[in-house]
C-alpha cells in the first residue's frame, strides 16, 4: 500500500500530520512522533500580539506600553506567558530541522496586514519547510463590513506569499459566507493550501463572580463532521492542497476526511489523550483500510465522496437539512 501523498508541494509518506500545538516545542517528543510516523509536524503558533510587543518593546516597556494600549491587555497573555519568545522560536525551527528528517511548518496567528508579517521571511531563513497562516479574527465592530474583513485577510496571505519561496496554507474558520469563493480568492493571492477548520475555544461565565472564564476543552470525534460537509463542497474546485483539522480521532476519521478531499489530516487532541503510538494504530488502520477495499494508493480514492463525485450530492445541501427535519416525530 502507498500511502505517499502531495501537501503543499511537499513529498509526505502518509496522510498523517501532526497539527499545531505543543507537541514541537520539545525537540525529544518531536522525534517521538517522527518515529510513530507522523509525516510531518506544524509549530504552535507565534501570535500577532507577541511581535507586536517585541517590536514595541524596543521603543519602551511593554508594560507601560500595554496599559495605554486601545484594547484591555489583561484580556491577553502578560508577554512573559508565551511558551515561546519570537527570537525563541526560530531558534526551535531551527533545532527541530536539525533533528527531524520530516517537514517542519511554522505557524502564523494574526488577523490583518502588519509588520508581523515579516516574521514569514525568518522563518523561511530558520528552516522551516512551510508555513501555516492562521487568520483568526472575531468581528465585534456592528460598522465592519463583511468584504473588508475577508479583503484584509486576502491582503495578508498576499504579503506573505510574496515574501517567502516556501508553501503557505491558510488555516480558517467556519463562518465565512462562501467558503469556497473565498478559498479561490486565497489561492489567487498565492496560497498553496488551506486547512479546515480553526477551533474556536468559547469563553464560559462565572454567574457568581460575573467574569469571564477561559476554558480548554479537546476536540471530539464530533467536530469532524462540519470539516467533512465543506471539505467535500470546496475539494472540487480548488487546485491546492487541502487539510482536515479538528475531530479526526480515529482511523475511520481519517479515510472519511481523504474521501472528502483532504490531502492530509492534522491530529493534535488525540495525541494529547494517547500518545505518539497512536500513529501507528491509525497508519495500519488506514492500510487496512485501502486492502479490503482494492486501493493501492491513497490518491486512488481521494475526493471520492466529494461534491462532485459523491453518488447523492443533495446529501450537502439543503435536501439533507429538509430530509433531517421531516424524520423527526413526537
Request: charged share 20%; hydrophobic share 40%; with cysteine.
Amino acid at each position: 500500500m502507498n500511502l505517499e501523498t502531495n501537501y503543499l508541494g511537499l513529498k509526505l509518506a502518509n496522510p498523517l500530520v501532526v497539527g499545531a500545538s505543543p507537541f514541537a516545542d520539545n525537540v525529544h517528543v518531536a522525534g517521538q512522533l517522527q518515529d510513530a510516523g507522523a509525516a510531518a509536524i506544524v509549530m504552535r503558533s507565534l501570535f500577532e500580539e507577541q511581535i507586536d510587543g517585541e517590536q514595541r518593546a524596543l521603543m519602551y516597556s511593554t508594560e507601560e506600553q500595554a496599559e495605554s494600549h486601545s484594547e484591555a491587555t489583561t484580556y491577553f497573555p502578560a508577554y512573559s506567558e508565551y511558551q515561546l519568545t519570537p527570537e525563541r522560536y526560530l531558534r526551535q525551527i531551527e533545532d527541530l530541522r536539525r533533528e527531524l528528517s520530516i517537514p517542519v511548518i511554522a505557524s502564523l496567528n494574526g488577523c490583518r496586514p502588519g509588520g508581523w508579517t515579516d516574521y514569514a521571511t525568518r522563518m523561511e531563513s530558520a528552516g522551516a519547510s512551510a508555513i501555516e497562516l492562521n487568520l483568526y479574527q472575531l468581528v465585534t465592530d456592528p460598522g465592519m463590513d463583511a468584504n473588508d474583513v475577508e479583503a484584509e485577510m486576502i491582503d495578508t496571505v498576499g504579503l506573505v506569499t510574496t515574501a517567502v519561496d516556501i508553501p503557505v496554507s491558510v488555516k480558517l474558520s467556519p463562518f465565512h459566507t462562501s467558503p469556497v469563493q473565498f478559498a479561490l480568492s486565497l489561492e489567487a493571492a498565492g496560497a498553496a493550501g488551506t486547512v479546515l477548520f480553526n477551533r474556536f475555544y468559547q469563553p464560559d461565565f462565572d454567574i457568581e463572580e460575573l467574569e469571564v472564564v477561559s476554558q480548554l476543552k479537546l476536540s471530539d470525534p464530533s467536530e469532524l463532521l462540519l470539516r467533512l460537509r465543506w471539505l467535500a463542497i470546496v475539494s472540487p474546485h480548488v487546485h491546492g492542497s487541502l487539510s482536515a483539522t479538528g475531530g479526526v480521532h480515529s482511523t475511520d476519521d481519517v479515510v472519511k476526511a481523504i474521501l472528502a478531499g483532504a490531502h492530509t489530516v492534522q491530529l493534535v487532541s488525540v495525541l494529547l489523550k494517547h500518545g505518539p503510538r497512536l500513529l501507528s494504530t491509525l497508519q495500519q488502520g488506514l492500510t487496512g483500510w485501502m486492502m479490503r477495499h482494492g486501493y493501492d494508493h491513497v490518491d486512488e480514492f481521494r475526493g471520492a465522496m466529494n461534491l462532485r463525485r459523491c453518488p447523492n450530492p443533495a446529501a450537502f445541501e439543503r435536501a439533507n437539512y429538509q430530509r433531517i427535519l421531516q424524520s423527526w416525530r413526537v
